[in-house]
């Protein structure tokens, strides 16, 4: 019960870091909430009740966020942690889960200051899809192993269906989607600023 009520406490003391550097992102760049909002496409409202810490944002709603920040979700959440150290045990690398799709993100290896790559582990549940309507930077490297289920990536117009062992490399330059199996997917995905 006690290391609950601490994952409790660690996952809102993140959202409230989370909202503070979206703050921050905003008024470095001297944008208002309606300027924001119409470069993400997300609502003003919905801006301005992440930004007071109201609600927690869904991982879409994170990725509109950084494709008009132009940042990696990975390197948004690294800004909000503690320095990263060289070496990264398992229990101490970041996890975030999607409360409408039950998507985890675990960040293996989360950016550092002076290095250009990031790997994350990714499991989806069954069934689940979750559309980026662009990149969080034009032409980001990717790198994607699936471990485990099926999944589709959708690039643009193309599609392509990954089985256990399969990888797929590409350049993202445009919207994406991910579409996980009846057994849902868990996968590594290696990311490499351009």
């Known amino acids: 019960m006690a290391s609950s009520l601490a994952d409790g406490a660690a996952a809102r003391d993140m959202d ?8 921050q992102l905003r008024t470095e760049r001297g944008w208002s909430l309606e300027q924001l909002a119409e470069r993400s496409g997300v609502s003003r409202a919905t801006l301005s009740r992440m930004e007071r ?19 990696t979700m990975s390197r948004l959440l690294v800004e909000v942690e503690a320095e990263a150290p060289s070496l990264l045990r398992a229990v101490a690398q970041p996890v975030r889960t999607d409360g409408d799709t039950g998507f985890r993100r675990r960040d293996v290896s989360p950016p550092m200051p002076g290095l250009n ?17 662009a990149p969080p930077a034009a032409g980001l490297e990717h790198h994607l192993w699936l471990l485990a289920g099926r999944l589709e990536v959708g690039l643009g117009p193309r599609a392509f269906v990954l089985q256990p062992g399969d990888s797929l490399r590409f350049r993202l330059f445009g919207p994406s989607r991910y579409v996980s199996g009846p057994a849902g997917a868990r996968y590594v995905l290696a990311m490499v600023q351009p």
Do not use: F, H, Q, W
């Not at 409230?16 to 703050?23: D, G, I, N, P, Q």
């Open 117 to 133: 790559g990031e790997m994350i582990e990714g499991e989806l549940p069954p069934d689940v899809s979750i559309p980026y309507e």
């Open 16 to 23: 409230a870091r989370l909202a503070e550097r979206l703050v």
């Open 53 to 71: 810490n109201e609600t927690s944002p869904t991982t879409a709603l994170l990725g509109r966020l950084c494709t008009a920040y132009n940042k």
